[in-house]
Each structure stands twice: as C-alpha cells, then as structure tokens.
C-alpha cells in the first residue's frame, strides 16, 4: 500500500489514541465527546492524497478562538496541565483541518505526543497505561510513515531547497 495513504488513517487513529489518553487521565468524558467526532469530522473532511485544506481564514479564525478561550481558562483556572492539555486537543483536531504538507502530518503527529505526556501527568490509572501501551507503537509507526511519505513528497535532491548558497530572482531589475 502507497505509504501516503496508509499515513492517513494511521494519522487519524494516534490523534484519537492521544485525546483518548487524555479523557481518560483527566476522567473527561466530555472532552472526548467534543474532540474525537471533530478529529474524525476534520480527517474525514480533509482526505485524500493529498490532503485538501480549509480555506486559511476559516483556520486563523478558529485558531484565534482557541488562543482565546485558553487565554480565558488561564486567567481564570490559573495555568495547569489541564488547560494545556485541553488545549492542545483543539489544536489538533483543528490542525488535522490544515494538512497540506508533510510537516503538517509531523505537527499533529508532535501534538499527540505532547498531548499523552500530558495525559501522563495528569493520571497514572491501569486504563491510561492501557491506551498509552497501544499508542507509543502507533505514534512511532505513524513517525515512520510521515518520514517515508515526506522523502517521497520531496524527493532526495530537495533537502535544502534550491542550491544551497545561489540567489535566485524574482522580479526583474
């Protein structure tokens, strides 16, 4: 199977282990009920190869509404894990809405990582071990494909862009 496609649902599945993880640590039912149908609504959304994107205005605006809501949960509840952690769940089902590149498969890839070290801080309960123990093979399977699917995006001759040191010309004078 085309690494580009199996990358996809690997994708989906470690964004919903992560916010798993967490809504069990944080004993947060409601987070999962909110974060999981729109990571699932944002892939199913987003799919395909490659990936389509939501128009960048509709992206900064939800952004900015998740900026401020946390902005607001800090001032009010102090900054904890749980304010980051929650906060990095809407990142990244907001992030699985802007897919365009590689590097955007690794930063939600990097998000779910951070969000079950926050899970791990958060909680050390036999079900969050549970769900960590089926996440850390998946995250890294996941890792492995996103590399393989960067390489083949790119190309071996495009690690530095054009030649490294030229100037290149874009206009004319």
Do not use: C
């Not at 904890?80 to 809405?97: D, G, R, T």
């Not at 549970?130 to 494909?145: D, E, G, H, Q, Y």
């Amino acid at each position: 199977m085309n690494p580009s496609r199996l990358l996809q649902p690997v994708l989906l599945l470690v964004a919903l282990a992560s916010i798993s993880a967490y809504a069990i640590a944080d004993a947060n039912p409601a987070l999962w009920l909110l974060a999981a149908p729109g990571a699932f609504a944002a892939w199913w959304f987003t799919r395909g190869t490659p990936p389509r994107a939501v128009a960048r205005p509709l992206i900064n605006s939800m952004l900015l509404a998740a900026v401020g809501w946390a902005a607001l949960r800090v001032t009010r509840d102090r900054f904890e894990v749980e304010v980051f952690s929650e906060f990095v769940s809407l990142l990244i089902v907001i992030k699985l809405l802007d897919r365009v590149s590689s590097r955007d498969d690794a930063q939600v890839l990097s998000l779910s990582a951070f969000l079950a070290v926050g899970a791990m801080l958060t909680s050390n309960s036999f079900a969050l071990g549970m769900v960590l123990l089926a996440l850390l093979p998946l995250l890294m399977f996941a890792v492995l494909l996103q590399q393989i699917d960067a390489a083949a995006r790119h190309g071996p001759g495009d690690r530095f862009g054009p030649k490294h040191g030229s100037v290149t010309r874009t206009g004319a004078g």
